[in-house]
């Protein structure tokens, strides 16, 4: 039965997202808490290959778990040796409580509105299928209604500025 | 086939995983790290409506490819600022920055 196997796979995935996202923000060490980020990033891409967005997938391993860890890894590295490296934190009980009653609250708000809502009952229940990837990529460097070129051609803009700002800011000042 | 509700559940709590860590943690990149958190539970909701409550789109996909992009470089430049702001109060902690608070 395949809603069984669909089941199980889509259990283990929110323990692994679940588990290593509570990990990450309650560890004490900066790089155990990138390392766990990596976790649950790799089983958010799990959860979109699940759902048939397997270039989404793709773009969210080589974006996100590839490219926006090892940033993270190289600025803990390479600030200096007896900074972030070790660093322990030591994260205070009052603002624990506070930081947990406010998620509790909103979590309820939310969780109440989304199950209460009608709109879930729109939800088709089809098989999911993959995507056809011409399809996928006729809508990315397309220029009709429901194609996107022009934000693709934006977003190269917008990573240029974020490249040169990025630079800008992170050089070190010139000896005067 | 999992139901919608799963889906929407799991990002709701991962979101308020989130948030729960950017107001514990006063540690720089930790807050950046749970930003990053948020940004994914709101990414896979992106995802997960345009899937399963309107198949035969693909809004929703293309809203999260461009998030995911757009939050590549804004990672890439807050980890620049948070690099030159321990360069030069030697702390990496969001207490130290008191410049612009008036």
Redesign the interface.
């Given at each position: 039965m395949a809603?069984l196997a669909?089941?199980i796979i889509?259990t283990i995935l929110?323990v692994v997202?679940?588990g290593s996202?509570?990990l990450?923000?309650?560890s004490k060490s900066?790089m155990r808490?990138?390392t766990f980020?990596l976790f649950?990033?790799f089983a958010?891409a799990g959860?979109?290959f699940m759902?048939?967005?397997t270039?989404?997938g793709a773009?969210?391993i080589s974006?996100?778990a590839g490219?926006?860890t090892v940033?993270?890894v190289f600025?803990?590295q390479?600030?200096?040796k007896r900074?972030?490296q070790g660093?322990t934190?030591r994260?205070k009980l009052s603002?624990?409580l506070?930081?947990?009653l406010?998620?509790?609250a909103?979590?309820v708000t939310?969780?109440v509105v989304?199950?209460k809502n009608q709109?879930?009952v729109?939800?088709?229940?089809?098989?999911?299928e993959e995507?056809d990837m011409s399809?996928?990529a006729q809508?990315?460097v397309g220029s009709d209604k429901?194609q996107?070129v022009l934000?693709f051609e934006f977003?190269s803009v917008?990573?240029l500025a974020?490249?040169i700002?990025?630079?800008l800011?992170?050089r070190?000042e010139d000896k005067k | 086939m999992i139901p919608v509700e799963f889906y929407l559940v799991l990002s709701t709590l991962l979101f308020f995983i989130g948030v729960f860590g950017f107001v514990t943690r006063r540690n720089l990149v930790a807050m950046l790290i749970s930003v990053e958190l948020i940004l994914n539970s709101v990414d896979l909701n992106f995802a997960v409506f345009n899937r399963l409550l309107f198949p035969g789109q693909l809004e929703g996909m293309f809203f999260t490819l461009f998030s995911i992009g757009v939050a590549a470089a804004e990672t890439a430049v807050a980890l620049a600022i948070i690099i030159n702001v321990y360069r030069n109060y030697r702390s990496d902690q969001v207490n130290s920055i008191e410049n612009m608070k008036f």
């Open positions: 809603s669909h089941i889509f929110a997202i679940l996202a509570i990450s923000v309650m900066i808490s990138v980020l649950v990033l958010i959860i979109y759902l048939g967005y270039y989404l773009a969210q974006v996100y490219g926006i940033l993270y600025a803990i390479l600030v200096s900074s972030l660093l934190e994260i603002r624990v506070q930081g947990a406010l998620s509790l909103g979590l939310v969780g989304l199950l709109f879930i729109k939800a088709v229940a089809g098989s999911i995507y399809q996928v809508a990315i429901y996107y934000p977003i917008f990573l974020c490249i700002g990025g630079v800011i992170a070190k | -």
